[in-house]
């Protein structure tokens, strides 16, 4: 029981949820009292959350500052369901010979996950079915008074089985988000102060840095000062823009032996054009290749994408709709610049799809369109089970998919001939350099627009006399 020291104030950002932590510690640093008054310790958290937001942290946060100890149960470190249900009996004999005190459970769903690999409920392994008896049968024999908290992490709440989540058991639940800009400011912030970098400040990472978990940004800094250091130069957000793709994309940076060919170059600046002209969102374009990744479009949370734009959930469907032009954006760029479409759109295509599906899933086009309606019942042996009730008739979502992926591909060819000379401004540079920063690209666009508005025809004036 070698418990790491972590504090609350480790943790950067995510105010609510310390928030709810701290009602849970001041209930296990004055357990006795709580229990006079007749007040029991809940008996079970779960936390849920992508890897990398902090949910193991945040569990020995809770102990280290109630002052507790922490027996802690990896799902993974047993070889057998003997020895994994003899090693749950032993941390609940020991916690409960310690009170107040936490059982941690690191990643659950590892231990007793309700879906098979093909995502259906309800069939799984002896081994989880017996390990799932044991954890219910020795949270169940905690007392209302016995002053144990079971803390548990899994990264998708659904995997869990219901029976493990209903009153009694693991009733509290705090769910991590990635990380919003404001927090990314402060993971960031955190971290520099840490390592003592000076003359960068936290914003500036978390605009470039959307979609990263906190345990990314850790990562981004340690590998930026590891860089500044071999390079002999200061810390800088030019070496930290060189390391966001490595950590974006778990690819080294591969140096090009020829450069750049024009159809990865056209296809970046179609997914720019489109972004640019939908919403004047200015990024960064790259076509710098990490492992097999060619290159990419990125924009910055501090240029708005929309009304609704720059946070980092509530999406309207208008705003996906405009998210699935951008991802054919790059077939589009191809066909305008270049007159032909090359086997490089995958990706983005599937992107598209995911995002259209998610469409057709909330109704937004109809409820003909739904796949099935799903019931969740859950058996007796806790697991939950879903059945379809209905299915449509899947040519018409079929079909609807085509209609959808070809008005927004249209809608994204638009723009990008609307725009095309500016596209021809980018793309010698991006040739050459291999990646253009938003500042570079701000004074272009700024360039294209001045231009263009050089070019107007100006309206004839006529003074207007009696006649």
């Given at each position: 029981?070698?418990?790491?020291?972590?504090?609350?104030?480790?943790?950067?950002?995510?105010q609510?949820?310390?928030?709810?932590?701290?009602?849970l510690?001041?209930?296990?640093k004055?357990?006795?009292?709580?229990?006079?008054?007749?007040a029991?310790?809940?008996?079970?958290?779960?936390?849920?959350?992508m890897?990398?937001v902090?949910?193991?942290?945040?569990?020995?946060?809770?102990?280290?500052?109630?002052?507790?100890?922490?027996?802690?149960?990896?799902?993974?470190?047993?070889?057998?369901e003997?020895?994994?249900?003899?090693?749950?009996k032993?941390v609940?004999?020991?916690?409960?010979?310690?009170?107040?005190?936490?059982?941690?459970?690191?990643?659950?769903?590892?231990?007793?996950?309700?879906?098979?690999?093909?995502?259906f409920?309800?069939f799984q392994?002896?081994?989880?079915?017996?390990?799932?008896?044991?954890?219910?049968?020795?949270?169940?024999?905690?007392?209302?008074?016995?002053?144990?908290?079971?803390?548990?992490?899994?990264?998708?709440?659904?995997?869990?089985?219901p029976?493990?989540k209903?009153?009694?058991?693991?009733?509290?639940?705090?769910?991590?988000?990635?990380?919003?800009?404001?927090?990314?400011?402060?993971?960031?912030?955190?971290?520099?102060?840490?390592?003592?970098?000076?003359?960068?400040?936290?914003?500036?990472?978390a605009?470039?840095?959307?979609?990263?978990?906190g345990?990314?940004?850790?990562?981004?800094?340690?590998?930026?000062?590891?860089?500044s250091?071999?390079?002999?130069?200061?810390?800088?957000?030019?070496?930290?823009?060189?390391v966001i793709?490595?950590?974006?994309?778990?690819?080294?940076?591969?140096?090009?032996?020829?450069?750049?060919?024009?159809?990865t170059?056209?296809?970046?600046?179609?997914?720019?054009?489109?972004?640019?002209g939908?919403?004047?969102?200015?990024?960064?374009?790259?076509?710098?290749?990490?492992?097999?990744?060619?290159?990419?479009?990125?924009?910055?949370?501090?240029?708005?994408?929309?009304?609704?734009?720059g946070?980092?959930?509530d999406?309207s469907?208008?705003?996906?709709?405009?998210?699935?032009?951008?991802?054919?954006?790059?077939?589009?760029?191809?066909?305008?610049?270049?007159?032909?479409?090359?086997?490089?759109?995958?990706?983005?295509?599937?992107?598209?799809?995911?995002?259209?599906?998610?469409?057709?899933?909330?109704?937004?086009?109809?409820?003909?369109?739904?796949?099935?309606?799903?019931?969740?019942?859950?058996?007796?042996?806790?697991?939950?089970?879903?059945?379809?009730?209905?299915?449509?008739?899947?040519?018409?979502?079929?079909?609807k998919?085509?209609?959808?992926?070809?008005?927004?591909?249209?809608?994204?060819?638009?723009?990008?001939?609307?725009?095309?000379?500016l596209?021809?401004?980018?793309?010698?540079?991006?040739?050459?350099?291999?990646?253009?920063?938003?500042?570079?690209?701000?004074?272009?666009?700024?360039?294209?627009?001045?231009?263009?508005?050089?070019?107007?025809?100006?309206?004839?004036?006529?003074?207007?006399?009696?006649?």
């Amino acid at each position: 029981m070698n418990q790491e020291k972590v504090y609350l104030a480790d943790i950067a950002g995510y105010q609510e949820e310390k928030e709810e932590a701290v009602k849970l510690i001041d209930v296990l640093k004055n357990y006795e009292l709580y229990r006079s008054k007749g007040a029991s310790i809940p008996k079970g958290l779960l936390l849920c959350g992508m890897p990398g937001v902090g949910k193991t942290m945040f569990a020995k946060a809770i102990s280290t500052e109630a002052g507790v100890p922490l027996y802690e149960f990896e799902a993974g470190e047993s070889e057998n369901e003997e020895a994994t249900i003899l090693s749950i009996k032993e941390v609940f004999k020991k916690a409960k010979e310690t009170v107040p005190s936490i059982i941690f459970i690191d990643e659950l769903d590892e231990l007793v996950s309700s879906t098979d690999t093909a995502g259906f409920y309800g069939f799984q392994s002896d081994y989880s079915r017996k390990t799932l008896k044991s954890l219910l049968t020795e949270i169940d024999g905690i007392g209302s008074s016995d002053g144990v908290l079971v803390i548990a992490t899994t990264n998708s709440r659904n995997t869990v089985p219901p029976a493990l989540k209903r009153s009694g058991r693991l009733e509290k639940r705090i769910t991590f988000r990635a990380p919003s800009l404001e927090d990314r400011a402060a993971i960031a912030d955190l971290y520099l102060k840490k390592a003592n970098v000076q003359g960068i400040k936290g914003l500036e990472i978390a605009r470039k840095t959307k979609g990263f978990s906190g345990a990314d940004i850790k990562s981004l800094i340690n590998e930026s000062i590891i860089v500044s250091v071999r390079k002999k130069q200061n810390m800088s957000m030019r070496i930290i823009d060189e390391v966001i793709p490595t950590i974006r994309f778990g690819e080294i940076k591969k140096e090009a032996k020829e450069e750049p060919k024009d159809s990865t170059c056209f296809h970046e600046i179609g997914h720019f054009l489109v972004q640019y002209g939908l919403n004047q969102t200015i990024g960064s374009l790259s076509v710098e290749k990490y492992g097999e990744i060619l290159g990419r479009m990125e924009t910055d949370d501090y240029r708005p994408i929309s009304s609704l734009r720059g946070k980092d959930d509530d999406m309207s469907a208008e705003d996906i709709l405009e998210s699935v032009s951008v991802d054919l954006g790059g077939m589009a760029g191809e066909e305008v610049f270049l007159g032909k479409r090359f086997c490089g759109s995958s990706s983005d295509i599937s992107a598209a799809i995911t995002k259209i599906d998610m469409l057709l899933r909330n109704a937004i086009f109809g409820f003909e369109y739904l796949p099935f309606f799903e019931v969740e019942s859950q058996s007796s042996n806790g697991f939950s089970i879903n059945r379809m009730l209905n299915k449509n008739d899947p040519g018409l979502r079929g079909r609807k998919y085509v209609e959808v992926l070809t008005k927004q591909y249209q809608a994204a060819k638009k723009y990008i001939e609307d725009l095309k000379p500016l596209g021809m401004m980018i793309y010698p540079l991006l040739k050459k350099r291999k990646s253009l920063s938003s500042e570079e690209l701000t004074r272009l666009v700024d360039r294209f627009q001045k231009e263009r508005k050089e070019q107007q025809p100006v309206e004839e004036v006529h003074p207007v006399g009696n006649l």
